[in-house]
């Protein structure tokens, strides 16, 4: 815990009680909480939080709606009132030392702390399919508990690991009675029964690439089935 002789903190200061590694929302709650328990403390920040991936929070209560820049900005507010730093850059490493504390490599500065907090989040590895970057998490959904209010009774198809697959399949369409899923692979009998009595199509083939056309529909093209595309309800596919 801080005390005004042991732990000075103030612009510039090299020795706080925590540094938190990571400023999205995981970061800025635990700041929040350490900042209200009268710890000195600085978050670090390299800006690339995963919700960045969408235009809009979903699902998220108090933020449902907002933009992810209005969440962040709206949650660095309350953390900066108790006196918390935030600083934009990258933690390189972290070294633990033999009195029990910790050095903290920032881009400007080497900082001594008490205690460290990983907030660091995830980096999603995309496997290498033409166009997906262009269309992740907008029009290419990764959860339905996010986005399948905001999409319901669209067209949807469904692909990805196979283990996961009939399950996927089932839960989107509880938002939609138009689901296809696509694979290569062969579900065990309770996933096919389960996709058979939900009327949910399974197509034999994978997918290769995803793009999105001027009318904003996200298009995607197995091998050997013709088209589909993700679209509102009322259009067919090509
Ligand atoms: C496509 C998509 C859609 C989503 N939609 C929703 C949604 O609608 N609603 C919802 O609630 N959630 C949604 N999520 C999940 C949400 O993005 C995560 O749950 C949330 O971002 C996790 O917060 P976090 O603080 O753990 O990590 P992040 O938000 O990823 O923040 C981690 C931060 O740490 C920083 N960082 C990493 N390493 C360092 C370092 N060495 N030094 C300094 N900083 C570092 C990163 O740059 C980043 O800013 C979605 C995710 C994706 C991918």
């Known amino acids: 815990m801080s005390s005004d002789s042991e732990t000075p903190f103030c612009e510039g200061s090299k020795f706080v009680d925590s540094v938190i590694v990571g400023g999205g929302i995981a970061g800025l709650s635990a700041a929040l909480f350490l900042a209200r328990a009268g710890r000195s403390t600085i978050v670090y920040d390299a800006g690339r939080s995963r919700i960045f991936a969408v235009e809009r929070v979903r699902e998220f209560v108090g933020f449902d709606g907002w933009t992810p820049d209005e969440m962040l900005t709206k949650v660095r507010e309350e953390v900066l009132r108790y006196g918390a730093q935030i600083r934009s850059g990258i933690v390189t490493k972290i070294e633990s030392r033999s009195d029990g504390l910790f050095d903290v490599f920032a881009p400007d500065v080497t900082i001594t702390a008490r205690s460290i907090v990983l907030a660091t989040g995830l980096i999603d590895e995309l496997p290498p399919l033409k166009g997906l970057r262009k269309v992740w ?77 001027m009318n904003g529909l996200s298009l995607f093209r197995p091998k050997t089935v013709p088209r589909y595309r993700v679209m509102p309800p009322g259009l067919r596919p090509d």
């Open 137 to 213: 998490g907008r029009d290419l959904r990764i959860c339905p508990c996010f986005d399948g209010n905001e999409v319901r009774n669209q067209r949807f198809v469904v692909f990805g690991l196979p283990e996961r697959l009939a399950h996927l399949g089932s839960w989107v369409s509880m938002w939609s009675p138009n689901v296809s899923v696509v694979t290569k692979h062969s579900f065990d009998a309770t996933g096919a029964e389960r996709l058979r009595l939900l009327g949910i199509e399974v197509v034999r083939d994978e997918v290769t690439g995803l793009f999105t056309r």
